[in-house]
T-cell receptor, first 112, second 112 residues
Framework: DAKTTQPPSMDCAEGRAANLPCNHS???????VYWYRQIHSQGPQYIIH???NNETNEMASLIITEDRKSSTLILPHATLRDTAVYYC?????????????FGTGTRLLVSP | AAGVIQSPRHLIKEKRETATLKCYPI?????VYWYQQGPGQDPQFLIS???????DKGSIPDRFSAQQFSDYHSELNMSSLELGDSALYFC???????????FGPGTRLTVT
């Protein structure tokens, strides 16, 4: 699985958009980009995933560059409850076996 | 909606004792994963089961064993506990063909 690089921490004002970058320059053509987050000591939570097209769901948007070497997770209107560690994970999607390899992630602090 | 259930939520053991952690996956999920998260660390994959067979193995100590039962619940057995085994242990479940992995609330194991 490709390695990812994320900034260790970011700050965001409540109500503003939070843009979390992730570099994955060695990504292969069949590898997906997944985002999970972990709110303090809770189980990680799936946010979104994508292959090469931009994706949006009720939680966030995922923007993947055309060369797929980097991506950005966007929380459009961050709230205090979005304070968490965000993990960008790149892996092949195997039907049935989805081991997740967590890197160091980005600690996002949303302030009033 | 039903979530992943883990028991117990907290466990205190002494060195060299044994511990058994239980995980009940979301109904109709056929795959279970175990992760360990030490203090200040990121989750690390231990082992997974698909249809009651071990499907993948990570950095799980030989002192640990796990299995998945006919009702799809899983148990992680830990023997000869060491101080370094103190951690949060997460169980996650998924269904083959689906991208998302759902995590339980975790079991906090403290070894004294």
């Amino acid at each position: 699985d490709a390695k990812t690089t994320q900034p260790p921490s970011m700050d965001c004002a409540e109500g503003r958009a939070a843009n979390l970058p992730c570099n994955h320059s060695t990504i292969s053509g069949n590898e997906y980009v997944y985002w999970y987050r972990q709110i303090h000591s809770q189980g990680p939570q799936y946010i979104i995933h994508g292959l090469k097209n931009n994706e949006t769901n009720e939680m966030a948007s995922l923007i993947i560059t055309e060369d797929r070497k980097s991506s950005t997770l966007i929380l459009p209107h961050a709230t205090l409850r979005d304070t968490a560690v965000y993990y960008c994970i790149v892996r092949v999607f195997d039907t049935g076996f989805q081991k997740l390899v967590f890197g160091t992630g980005t600690r996002l602090l949303v302030s009033p | 909606a039903a979530g992943v259930i883990q028991s117990p939520r907290h466990l205190i053991k002494e060195k060299r004792e044994t511990a058994t952690l239980k995980c009940y996956p979301i109904p109709r999920h056929d795959t279970v994963y175990w992760y360990q998260q030490g203090p200040g660390q990121d989750p690390q994959f231990l082992i997974s089961f698909y249809e009651k067979m071990q499907s993948d193995k990570g950095s799980i100590p030989d002192r640990f064993s796990a299995q998945q039962f006919s009702d799809y619940h899983s148990e992680l057995n830990m023997s000869s506990l060491e101080l370094g085994d103190s951690a949060l242990y997460f169980c996650a479940s998924s269904r083959q063909g689906e991208y998302e992995q759902y995590f339980g609330p975790g079991t906090r194991l403290t070894v004294t």
